[in-house]
C-alpha cells in the first residue's frame, strides 16, 4: 500500500490560502484534505463549495472532501461539481451509507467513509464492498489540533484486519492528532492515508510537508 500525505487546510492561514497550497504541492503532498462542517453533525462551521471551487483553479492535486455534514447525500452532486476528487461521508450521518457511496462512486469519485471514537469499526461491514477508502477518526470530528486518542491505534489495525480477512487492499486514512512523535506508530499499525492539519501547516509549511513526506516513504 502506497503510504499518502494529506494536508489539512483546516489549519491553513486562510488569507493566503492559494500560495499555502502550491507550497504543499511543490513539497510532496498527495492529497489535499478538505474538511467541510455544518454546525449540526459537528458544531463548528468551517467552509463550503465556493471556497473549494477557487481553490480549484491553483492546484491538480487529488481533493480529499471529509463531509462532516448531517445527511451529506444532499450535497454529493454540489461536491463533485465544484472539484472534490473524493468524497468520504460519516456512517452516523447517513440514512443510508451505501447508497450514499455508491452514488459518489457513480459519479466518477472515490468514495470513503468515515467513523468517529465512538462508533465500532465493525460498522465498515455494511458498506466494505461500496467503499475505496476507510477513514478511522482519531479524534473527535470537529476542530484541528486536538490530541490523538489512544485507544485508536487498536482501532486502526482492527480496521486493517477485517479488510485483510476479506482480501481486501483497502486504503485505511486516519485523521486526527498526527504528529511527528506517532505517524510511524499509525502507519505500522496498519494506516496508509494520512491526514495531518496543524503537524504541516504550523511552523514552516515546505519544510514540514517535505519531512512527512520524506519519512512516510521509508514506512
Ligand atoms: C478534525 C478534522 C481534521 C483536522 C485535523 O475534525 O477532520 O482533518 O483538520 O487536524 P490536526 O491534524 O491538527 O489534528
Ligand atoms: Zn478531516
Redesign the pocket.
Known amino acids: 500500500m502506497k503510504n499518502l500525505l494529506c494536508p489539512?487546510i483546516?489549519?491553513a492561514d486562510f488569507s493566503i490560502l492559494g500560495e499555502q497550497i502550491k507550497e504543499i504541492a511543490a513539497n510532496g503532498a498527495d492529497y489535499l484534505?478538505i474538511?467541510v462542517m455544518d454546525g449540526m453533525f459537528v458544531p463548528q462551521i468551517s467552509f463550503g463549495m465556493p471556497v473549494i471551487k477557487s481553490i480549484r483553479k491553483v492546484t491538480d492535486l487529488f481533493f480529499d472532501v471529509?463531509l462532516?455534514v448531517e445527511k451529506p447525500e444532499r450535497y454529493i452532486d454540489d461536491f463533485a461539481g465544484c472539484g472534490a476528487d473524493g468524497i468520504t461521508i460519516h456512517m452516523e450521518a447517513c440514512d443510508d451509507p451505501a447508497a450514499a457511496l455508491t452514488k459518489i462512486r457513480k459519479l466518477g469519485l472515490r468514495a470513503g467513509a468515515a467513523i468517529s471514537p465512538g462508533t465500532s469499526v465493525e460498522r465498515f461491514a455494511e458498506v466494505y464492498d461500496k467503499l475505496d477508502m476507510a477513514l478511522v477518526m482519531t479524534?473527535n470530528?470537529?476542530?484541528?489540533?486536538?490530541k490523538y486518542i489512544e485507544n485508536s491505534t487498536p482501532r486502526i489495525m482492527q480496521t486493517r484486519k477485517f479488510f485483510e480477512d476479506k482480501g481486501i487492499d483497502m486504503d485505511i486514512q486516519v485523521?486526527?492528532?498526527?504528529t511527528r512523535d506517532n505517524i510511524e506508530r499509525v502507519i505500522k499499525s496498519g494506516a496508509n492515508v494520512i491526514?495531518?492539519?496543524?503537524?504541516v501547516f504550523k511552523g514552516d509549511v515546505g519544510e514540514n510537508t517535505r519531512f512527512f513526506a520524506e519519512k512516510m516513504k521509508g514506512l
Open positions: 489539512s483546516l489549519s484534505h474538511d471529509h462532516m479524534v470530528p470537529g476542530q484541528g489540533g486536538q485523521d486526527g492528532g498526527i491526514v495531518m492539519g496543524s503537524s
